[in-house]
């Protein structure tokens, strides 16, 4: 399995970027789509999570400014990231957990810069 996520950029704050990831191979069964960001000198954090539609959940810290949603491709999920602010500066990486196998996988991370 791979994921490639793509977006991110910089931007000042109370600005918008979108985050994609797309996964890809031996995907199989029920399986959960995850962002989640490192901030620099910090440990990576839980962003936002993917079921379906009605099964997302988010950090508190994004909650009303990030959306997480199935992407128009097949085992693709994006991140509408809006009001952005400096401390949301990090990289950020995206994950697929296959439930059937018990295992996670995690794309490259891209940076994402606010500045004030």
């Known amino acids: 399995v791979q994921l490639q996520a793509s977006g991110g950029g910089s931007v000042q704050a109370g600005g918008s970027l979108g985050l994609s990831c797309a996964a890809s191979?031996?995907?199989?069964?029920?399986?959960?789509m995850y962002w989640y960001r490192q901030l620099p000198g910090k440990q990576r954090e839980f962003v936002a999570s993917f079921i379906n539609r009605s099964n997302t959940n988010y950090a508190d810290a994004v909650k009303g400014r990030f959306t997480i949603s199935r992407g128009e491709a097949k085992n693709t999920v994006n991140l509408q990231m809006n009001r952005l602010k400096p401390e949301d500066t990090a990289v950020y990486y995206c994950?697929?957990?296959?439930?059937?196998?018990?295992?996670?996988?995690w794309g490259k991370g891209t940076q994402v810069t606010v500045s004030s």
């Open positions: 191979g031996s995907i199989f069964g029920r399986y959960t």
């Open positions: 994950k697929l957990y296959i439930v059937a196998a018990n295992m996670d996988y």
